[in-house]
């Protein structure tokens, strides 16, 4: 269960210069407008009701019938669960991140609010999108794909728990997942929204990160995903925003609390934290007061070394087995929902779902 230290060798790609040109009507290429040339400013914003998760029956002709994404497996410094980074003394640094799950039985929401507000404060962030979702909110997606603010990694196809799943059928979640993410990618390149400016070549073409749903792996699912070529990246702060009871200010706190240079935060805009948005400027602005400033995970690991485990968990080893009841693979997902939205369930450190 020992957190190792490794070296980062991780690739760093060259950088994509774009010549921002100016489009009438359009935003211009700079990260305090969205960094898109592909959508005006009122389209980017947030809409009223965007936020909101429907229960709808899975339709499996939304999976993406595409060539198979095959990345070549993770060298071993770099394999294992990625819980925040070491980084140079005085470089004070933080991820925020944000996971867009998604199950088989629902559309869940766009936290609007919280883009919004990260663009607005110019703050770098990293996303986490089920490749469901990546579909079902296609133009969002590619809107946060050509944000040069943003890093946008994997969240499974369906965000079912993968310390449960076989390994014939992580696998198949995994290549249906890493094709969601490529059509999207390919849909958006076509439309030549490219960023402006981005560290890491190969996230033009595909994810480079993952992040377990609910939080949960085991050592064949973690192979499994570092197999797949995907840094597994978990978190070292926990906000507990998918606890209703978890205030914009106790987020905030907590947060304060526990941060420090490297850290990775987890938090949800899928409409699933519930006082994500209200806590997020309180949040910036406290920790820009406190000397931090904010990258994205990409970011973050080109500047440092991953502090890595051997195993997935909330704050300590094994802390979220409890998961394993409150999400098996064989519960209805409506009812995985309702524990998911915090209703039934929280925890102490609010939990992660
Ligand atoms: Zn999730």
Redesign the pocket.
């Known amino acids: 269960m020992g957190i190792r230290w490794q070296l980062a060798s991780l690739g760093i790609g060259c950088a994509v210069l774009l010549v921002a040109s100016a489009i009438p009507g359009f935003g211009q290429i700079s990260s305090a407008d969205g960094g898109s040339r592909c959508w005006p400013a009122e389209a980017l914003t947030m809409r009223p009701g965007e936020r909101a998760i429907h229960h709808v029956p899975y339709d499996p002709s939304i999976e993406p019938h595409k060539t198979d994404v095959n990345l070549a497996p993770l060298a071993s410094a770099k394999r294992g669960s990625i819980r925040s980074v070491k980084l140079p003394h005085g470089e004070k640094l933080v991820a925020l991140t944000f996971?867009l799950?998604e199950n088989a039985g629902e559309i869940s929401g766009y936290d609007g609010e919280i883009i919004d507000t990260l663009r607005r404060l110019g703050a770098k962030a990293t996303f986490?999108p089920?490749g469901k979702w990546l579909l079902d909110h296609k133009e969002r997606a590619q809107q946060l794909l050509a944000d040069p603010l943003f890093q946008v990694g994997s969240?499974s196809w369906t965000?079912r728990n993968f310390r449960l799943l076989s390994q014939e059928d992580v696998k198949a979640d995994l290549a249906l997942d890493l094709k969601a993410d490529a059509k999207v990618r390919e849909t958006l390149h076509a439309r030549a929204c490219y960023r402006p400016a981005f560290s890491q070549q190969s996230d033009l073409d595909h994810a480079t990160l993952f992040?377990f749903?609910?939080g949960t792996c085991n050592a064949d699912s973690l192979s499994a995903v570092n197999d797949a070529g995907l840094l597994a990246i978990q978190w070292d702060v926990v906000s507990g925003d998918p606890a209703p009871a978890q205030s914009a200010e106790a987020i905030r706190r907590g947060v304060v609390a526990s941060v420090k240079p490297g850290s990775i935060i987890v938090m949800?805009a899928n409409g699933r934290g519930w006082h994500t948005a209200e806590a997020l400027p309180l949040l910036v602005e406290d920790l820009r007061k406190r000397g931090f400033d904010f990258a994205t995970v990409g970011e973050l690991l080109e500047k440092g070394e991953p502090v890595i485990a051997d195993s997935c968990y909330e704050v300590k080893p094994g802390d979220n087995a409890r998961y394993d009841k409150l999400f098996p693979l064989d519960r209805p997902a409506k009812t995985q929902t309702h524990a998911a939205n915090g209703a039934t369930q929280s925890t102490a450190a609010g939990g992660?779902?």
Do not use: K, L
């Open positions: 996971d799950c986490f089920s969240h965000h992040r749903p609910f949800h992660n779902r």
